[in-house]
């Protein structure tokens, strides 16, 4: 073990310590240290200024790199603001675009709903033509029981339905054949000629001669040579005129019945309204009321008016021709027909509706 200070052993009082060396001067070595010393501490100098003036220019660089990045900051913020700024103005482009859009679709739909309200389909219009005409037809049979005009009627409708050649409208074909046929197996009564026949009768009853005013031609008088002097002519054509005076004709009917000018007015007149009468019997479909009226103005014919003449005999044949006319008991209506034809209207309707309802 060490031994500690305080014990250790101190000389003697008696002992003298050795007397100090004097100290010598620094030697080679010791200057040697001290230019070491000297470099170390150049170098560290110059060490300290290279230093330095490296972190000046690495503080120049950074503080140029720092404007440069401040520079480019800036020109970011106003490229930022201008493209906000454009970007807002695009924005609001973009809103007025989409504004303009939804109007446009709104007048499309709304232009779209005028187009199928003013101008509907090729085949509703043809059930709406179709309608029409059967309409027509039935009024044809109900006033006038014009059959022929009734059957180029449903002829024409059932034309236009094969034309379009639509599956739809099979039932509504079938029903204007089944109509169709029921017409066709009525017999034919041309109630329009029949009508002018006896409008044309009624015009010529005050053209007609009566009875009494019938005269036989009187025979014709010898031929005079044409050498015949002047005196004998004139006393041939007094003679003449003298026979003229009185005549006396043979008849093989029995004598008419005389009629007073006042009378002969009113024989006109109810023949007028007998003709009339069976005119209006024709349209009303009325077959014993239209054969009493026109045999009863037969009657009148024969028993008062000249027969011979012209006129009178266009209007007797007429009558004759008339009499022998058989009437239909009933016209059949084009129910069916009609009735169809509305179905398929309806629901073409409310198809065109259903979208529009969807809008």
């Known amino acids: 073990m060490d031994t500690p200070p305080d014990r250790l052993e101190r000389p003697d009082a008696g002992t003298r310590a050795p007397a100090a060396t004097p100290a010598r001067p620094p030697g080679p070595r010791g200057f040697a240290v001290w230019i070491a010393l000297a470099l170390v501490a150049v170098a560290g100098l110059l060490a300290w200024i290279d230093a330095s003036r490296d972190l000046a220019e690495m503080r120049a660089d950074v503080a140029g790199r720092l404007t440069v990045a401040d520079q480019a900051t800036a020109q970011f913020k106003a490229r930022d603001a201008a493209i906000s700024g454009e970007l807002r103005e695009m924005q609001a482009k973009l809103a007025l675009l989409e504004t303009r859009l939804a109007e446009s679709q709104s007048q499309q739909s709304a232009l779209e709903t005028l187009y199928h309200d003013l101008a509907p389909s090729r085949d509703q219009l043809a059930i709406v033509e179709v309608e029409q005409v059967l309409a027509l037809a039935s009024q044809q049979l109900a006033i006038a029981a014009n059959v022929p005009a009734a059957i180029a009627a449903l002829q024409l409708a059932d034309a236009k339905l094969a034309r379009l050649d639509r599956p739809k409208f099979g039932p509504l074909r079938r029903a204007i054949a089944s109509d169709m046929e029921k017409l066709k197996a009525m017999p034919y009564v041309d109630t329009a000629g029949l009508a002018g026949k006896l409008d044309a009768a009624i015009a010529s009853i005050d053209a007609m001669p009566l009875a009494r005013e019938e005269r036989v031609p009187a025979p014709a008088a010898p031929a ?9 002519r004139f006393l041939r054509d007094m003679w003449t005129d003298l026979k003229g005076l009185v005549r006396i004709e ?6 008419p019945p005389l009629v007073t000018p006042p009378q002969q007015y009113y024989l006109r007149e109810n023949l007028r309204l007998r003709l009339l009468s069976a005119r209006l019997s ?5 077959e014993p ?8 103005a037969d009657a009148w014919l024969r028993q008062y008016f000249d027969a011979r003449a012209k006129p009178v005999a266009a209007v007797l044949a007429s009558l004759s021709a008339m009499t022998s006319v058989t009437m239909p008991a009933e016209v059949p209506e084009l129910t069916r027909s009609l009735d169809a034809a509305r179905s398929l209207r309806v629901a073409q309707d409310a198809q065109a509706d259903a979208p529009r309802g969807r809008r």
């Open 282 to 286: 024709l349209i009303a479909r009325n």
């Open 289 to 296: 009321a239209f054969r009493a009226d026109v045999k009863a």
């Open 224 to 232: 005079l040579p044409a050498d015949a002097p002047a005196w004998s």
């Open 250 to 255: 043979v008849s093989d009917r029995a004598a």
